[in-house]
């Protein structure tokens, strides 16, 4: 097997970009036979557990499979043909909660680099110019960087447009003349208001990620990690919505939701890097820095892009030059990798903190899937969650069910508890509380 590790990445992340792209090209055929670890980690002189780690990467997303006794298999998947990018483009008030379970707040963000870096830019003037309406170009750079380094994601900052929060989405929709836009059951809602002239429809889901749309629309999808549900989804069903878009001439909106926080740091496969053509992303930095920026981008297809500029190229851009310019440096002079590390971190050790301490209550059952600002725990007995959750927010406590994000209301005792507004000093007594409060419901 021809691979050659430079040792610019984890060895095992490596490995893993290089039998990921062995399958993708057909190198590797469906069904075929994988080399044995052992005899992999001899060939490529490492280590059997970066073989083992590699593998179980690409089993976890569904490359590849195994066969008791028999070893590792390539699985079966869709045939796609990816067609590269043109490179040259045209260019209220808040109730005060005693503990908050909620996702919408990170309160952790270490503001002391940022800080200087404002202060910087401050001093050198820039910021008192007007800013392309598609964005800064220093920070479209650095957005593309980033993403090749962190992501395997390879774009040109031509097809990056920088806007505020979900807004620069709705001047995309509106390019569109695609009548149905489907969004994931449960799920994240939030777009439907901004989607007025479309007709909003509701697709279920399975293990392996949202089911395929029956007829031409906009899927609207968080394909890395599934809110609420955390599925994460299969590189089998990724390639089965690419394959839809094409034939169906449809648009999927690729929701990188969560994707800085993942666990193992792996590249998983974005929905992008199998099609720039009818993948539109989008990735807020609110939800990794702090709710106040208001800043998030959109990478569209080439045709797209064309179309936004002929018919936006008059508006102004949503987002101050300044916080623009700053967001650049902190991002290209790796603040902004340091500050998710970081946060990652702190929030692997609160989630198993909030692990242990909910397996002190026999009412609560801690489900382990990987959703990476939130738990999902069952409460071990039937209930009516929408009234729990009601009399729960009217004693201080903001926490979410599932069924909260579905939009049929089918009955789960499932709670959503996230752990970005609770710091670790707090968990043992929220939990606590948490506790009291429900049994005092019953």
């Known amino acids: 097997m021809d691979i050659v590790l430079k040792g610019e990445k984890p060895l095992y992340i490596e490995l893993y970009i290089e039998l990921e792209k062995m399958i993708n090209d057909g190198i590797l055929k469906p069904n075929c036979k994988m080399p044995s670890k052992r005899q992999l980690s001899i060939d490529l002189n490492i280590s059997l557990n970066t073989v083992i780690n590699s593998y179980e990467m690409l089993k976890d997303e569904g490359y590849i499979y195994t066969i008791e006794k028999k070893g590792y298999f390539v699985t079966k998947q869709p045939s796609l043909s990816k067609k590269p990018l043109n490179k040259e483009i045209l260019v209220d008030d808040e109730i005060k909660y005693k503990y908050d379970f909620t996702t919408k707040n990170i309160r952790d963000f270490?503001?002391?680099?940022?800080?200087?870096?404002?202060?910087?830019?401050?001093?050198?003037?820039?910021?008192?110019?007007?800013?392309?309406?598609?964005?800064?170009?220093?920070?479209?750079?650095?957005?593309?960087?980033?993403?090749?380094?962190?992501?395997?994601?390879?774009?040109?900052?031509?097809n990056i447009i920088i806007t505020s929060g979900m807004e620069g989405l709705n001047k995309v929709l509106n390019l569109l003349d695609i009548k149905n836009i489907y969004l994931e059951n449960p799920g994240y809602h939030k777009i439907k208001d901004i989607s007025l002239e479309k007709e909003i429809k509701y697709i279920d889901l399975d293990e392996k990620g949202v089911l395929i749309p029956d007829s031409k629309g906009i899927l609207y999808t968080t394909s890395f990690n599934q809110f609420p549900t955390?599925?994460?989804?299969?590189?089998?069903?990724?390639?089965?919505?690419?394959?839809?878009?094409?034939?169906?001439?449809?648009?999927?909106?690729?929701?990188?939701?969560?994707?800085?926080?993942?666990?193992?740091?792996?590249?998983?496969?974005?929905?992008?890097?199998?099609?720039?053509?009818?993948?539109?992303?989008?990735?807020?930095?609110?939800?990794?820095?702090?709710p106040g920026l208001r800043i998030s981008y959109i990478i569209l297809p080439n045709e797209l892009m064309n179309k936004y500029i002929s018919k936006y190229k008059n508006d102004s851009n949503p987002v101050s030059s300044l916080i623009q310019l700053s967001l650049a440096k902190y991002i290209s002079q790796g603040e902004y990798a340091r500050s998710c590390n970081k946060l990652k971190k702190?929030?692997?050790?609160?989630?198993?903190?909030?692990?242990?301490?909910?397996?002190?209550?026999?009412?609560?059952?801690?489900?382990?899937?990987?959703?990476?600002?939130?738990?999902?725990?069952?409460?071990?007995?039937?209930i009516d969650i929408n009234k729990l959750t009601n009399y729960l927010k009217e004693n201080g406590i903001n926490i979410n069910s599932i069924m909260d994000y579905d939009i049929n209301k089918k009955y789960s005792n499932t709670l959503v508890l996230g752990y970005t507004n609770i710091s670790e000093d707090e968990i043992k007594d929220s939990i606590e509380y948490l506790y009291l409060k429900i049994k005092e419901y019953k």
């Open 346 to 382: 702190l929030y692997l050790q609160r989630r198993q903190a909030l692990i242990n301490e909910l397996k002190k209550y026999d009412i609560f059952k801690p489900l382990e899937k990987k959703n990476y600002i939130s738990l999902l725990v069952k409460i071990n007995t039937k």
């Open 230 to 290: 955390g599925i994460k989804m299969t590189i089998d069903r990724k390639k089965e919505l690419i394959s839809y878009a094409i034939n169906t001439n449809s648009y999927i909106i690729e929701d990188d939701f969560d994707t800085e926080f993942r666990i193992n740091s792996s590249p998983v496969t974005p929905l992008l890097k199998l099609d720039y053509n009818h993948v539109i992303f989008f990735s807020s930095f609110s939800t990794t820095m702090f």
């Open 110 to 158: 270490d503001n002391k680099s940022w800080n200087k870096i404002v202060k910087e830019v401050l001093l050198d003037n820039n910021y008192l110019n007007k800013s392309p309406f598609l964005g800064e170009k220093e920070l479209k750079v650095a957005i593309k960087e980033h993403l090749k380094n962190n992501r395997s994601i390879d774009v040109n900052e031509s």
